[in-house]
DNA sequence: CGCCACTTTGAATTAGCTCAAATTCCGTGG
DNA sequence: CCACGGAATTTGAGCTAATTCAAAGTGGCG
């Protein structure tokens, strides 16, 4: 009784009417996951001292079937991660941004599961994985943000698979740009600037559509202004509006009011 | 070099061909897992004594927003995962039967991230959280059990996407049958008979396609011989050979070879 | 027995795919 | 510096798989 009533007052608090107007909700979350990237990775740091392995685009960091042993998180860069299945499909089945950790796939089979493929230079930092079991021991910190990290990593998971089963194709492609800037703002980089490193057939492929839907369904948004083409090149995507994407995807749900 | 050839010259040597016809590599596989789950279970109740719980179809155990303090495992019956967007968009986003643990999704933000729903009347185990990081100081085999439980939780939902992303719609609802199989057999139930506990349209909420659609998947499953309705209702499936599930896989996915 | 929820099947519609052509971008070598 | 070639992108046009809409069939259960 008390817990339900306490919340709905905090939050109508917290919402100061015409107080700080350009600073909504998600700034603020996106603001302290920012802060709790920086902490952990200084957690890291500070008991573990991992070794650190500069990536450049394209190459892998580890790939499916190679025996496990060592955890990885990003300090800088992205990357993606590529699954293939026996009959030769392949897919991205995730984006992983500075904070995440890479590699949990390989604990349940002793091998990783994917490719870890690095899409722009970037840092790795490597954990043995028994080691940071033995780590774990002293420093009950550690295991904390391993936990977290994992079922962050699974709730994440779970939200894309949403979008891909609940979001025709054009809202599906601004969430994909949405959850990107989120991933940045997370990381503590700029937000409304943001560049693709992937080509159309590789962000059809996460998405489960073909390279043309993915071209025409960015098009689209950058007629409606949600989006604009930054640079010479289509790569470079500017995002005056995170709110405008997330009502893009909302318009793009409604089912009569078509305008446009 | 050597790792290159030694595995080729090992699975050679395990296919005797006309040796043991009627036990398929998979079949192999399911009995270890079978194996696995029973041996995880058993430990789990040694070391922990975990209070159950009995639980009917329809029951949540845990619903999105709750606070978090214990995760379940899976005794016996069948769990759908559902989440649900700020937007209403609802879906159920995993299925889980024995051995499978619920909750890791509220780890990181200490509440639970979607709702736990028996399908079937079932068993859950509860472990409070906390209870289990003290445990786990003391056993070290029970942290490796949970780490490999989460590990195969986010291997498993990759490919569930991977299904969605590059399967069509018949492929899909093969698939969804022939995982179902699986899980059962790595429960150690026979698999040659499921039951479904979903009607159509949550088949369908969980594949991405609609309930018409997955009707019509089935029948021409059953049309193609591929399973068989048993019992009255349309809800017992009789799988007599999961490779021919595999097989109507592979040819949706073959372009030209459109034989019925 | 009859209601109600679920399922099946058909027919029309459409979102997204395939195929094709034109355009732009970028690295490379003259 | 510019010309060239290949890869990526855009856009159009027709086609197809899957959806929507509709109607009839089935089973479970009070």
Not at 26 to 38: F, G, K, V, W
Not at 49 to 64: D, F, K, L, S, T
Not at 192 to 213: K, S, V
Not at 218 to 243: M, N, P
Request: positive net charge.
């Amino acid at each position: 009784m008390l817990s339900a009533t306490a919340p709905t007052s905090f939050s109508r608090a917290a919402r100061a009417p015409f107080a700080m107007p350009a600073l909504p909700a998600s700034r603020l979350a996106d603001q302290r996951a920012s802060e709790r990237t920086a902490e952990t990775l200084k957690l890291l740091q500070d008991r573990l001292a991992p070794a650190r392995r500069v990536v450049h685009a394209g190459e892998v960091v580890y790939a499916a079937g190679e025996r496990f042993a060592t955890l990885f998180i990003l300090n800088s860069g992205c990357f993606k991660m590529v699954n293939l299945a026996v009959d030769g499909r392949e897919q991205v089945v995730g984006l992983k941004f500075r904070g995440d950790w890479l590699g949990f796939d390989g604990i349940a089979g002793a091998a990783y599961a994917c490719d870890a493929v690095a899409m722009d230079t970037g840092e790795v930092w490597m954990v043995r994985y028994d080691e940071l079991l033995a780590a774990c021991r002293s420093c009950p910190e550690l295991l904390t943000v391993l936990h977290e990290a994992m079922s962050r990593q699974i709730g994440r998971e779970r939200d894309s698979m949403m979008s891909l089963c609940t979001l025709p194709a054009d809202a599906r492609v601004a969430e994909f740009l949405r959850s990107w800037a989120e991933s940045l703002a997370r990381s503590g980089l700029r937000s409304d600037q943001i560049t693709l490193r992937m080509t159309r057939a590789e962000i059809g492929n996460y998405l489960g559509m073909t390279l043309e839907t993915v071209s025409r369904a960015l098009s689209k948004l950058a007629r409606s202004g949600v989006i604009a083409f930054a640079g010479k090149g289509r790569r470079d995507i500017r995002i005056d509006d995170v709110a405008a994407l997330s009502a893009f995807v909302q318009r793009c749900l409604a089912p009569a009011s078509a305008l446009q």
